[in-house]
């Protein structure tokens, strides 16, 4: 078992943190992937509201297409023995998880469907694996991060999404003060799923935003915050969640959030020249983040 390094002065408390980051694929067409890694790092400073997956400018967010979401077509997928390891019943732990977010919103309906398939544009639209720390993708790898969510993007529309936990860490469905929350952090990871990134981390270079698009600061209690401690639970979305959710996803049945705002709702179609643009940014924050928070 990996052993989480024990926070400076004693307290005993340890702490993971998500970094953030995306590649840009030439193939056929342009692509992104967008890239969460969830590490143990000293606890930040937040900030409140929600921040858009990559912090991308309020006004462009990526998100899964309506015609995806009213045809009830997102799916997700857990891997067969998935964190056999853990504490409790791992795989319905992160079943809670989805059914949370799909109580959040009536346009988010994520239905355990199908199997898992390696690549986030493969299997399910949200598979979820575990593996080892050394484990590595398209890439990116776990190091000692605690999970990874690698989302696939095209045209400002999210395609599909893996996400792995670090089966090396500790993990239960009721931790204690030595072992992660299982729901929680699978909380947090289907939220960049969906297109959501940290509001802590965004908060710091002005990308944390109200429903009206004005940026704000975090109260820190976030479920989207980069970073949670062992022991800690947070399975209950905030506010900023429940806004984020709703300016990403506007619907008549979920209030006027998304009416509201005067920026667009619908992912303008990205030049690739701001596809790269956006990942050339991101990189300068990944750099720091690996230095700073990943083994
Ligand atoms: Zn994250």
Known sequence: MHAPHTKKGGTGRLMKGWASHRRILAR??????????????????????????????????????????????????IAPG???????????AVENAFATWNEAH?????EESGSVRLGVYWGASIDVFAAPSSFSYAGYSLDGALALALVGVYQGEILGA??????????????????????SVALHEIGHTLGLDHPDLADDVGRNYDIFGTVIAATGTEVMNSTIAPGEISRVLTSDELDGIDFLYPSSESGS???IIGGEQNP???????LLLLGSGLAGLLGLGRRRFLK
């Open 162 to 183: 893996d996400i792995f936990f670090n089966r090396d860490f500790a993990w239960s469905d009721n931790p204690d003060a030595g072992q992660f929350d299982i729901e």
């Open 268 to 274: 303008a179609v990205p030049e690739p020249g701001t």
């Open 28 to 77: 056929r067409v342009w692509a992104a992937v967008l890239v969460c890694v969830l590490a143990q790092v000293a606890w930040l400073a937040s900030a409140h509201a929600f921040a858009l997956l990559g912090f991308q400018e309020f006004t462009d967010p990526f998100r899964w297409s309506d015609a995806r979401l009213d045809e009830g077509e997102l799916s997700f997928a």
């Open 106 to 110: 009536t346009a988010v309906k994520l």
């Open 82 to 92: 998935f964190l056999g390891n853990a504490s409790g019943d791992a795989p319905e």
């Open 257 to 259: 959030g998304g009416e």
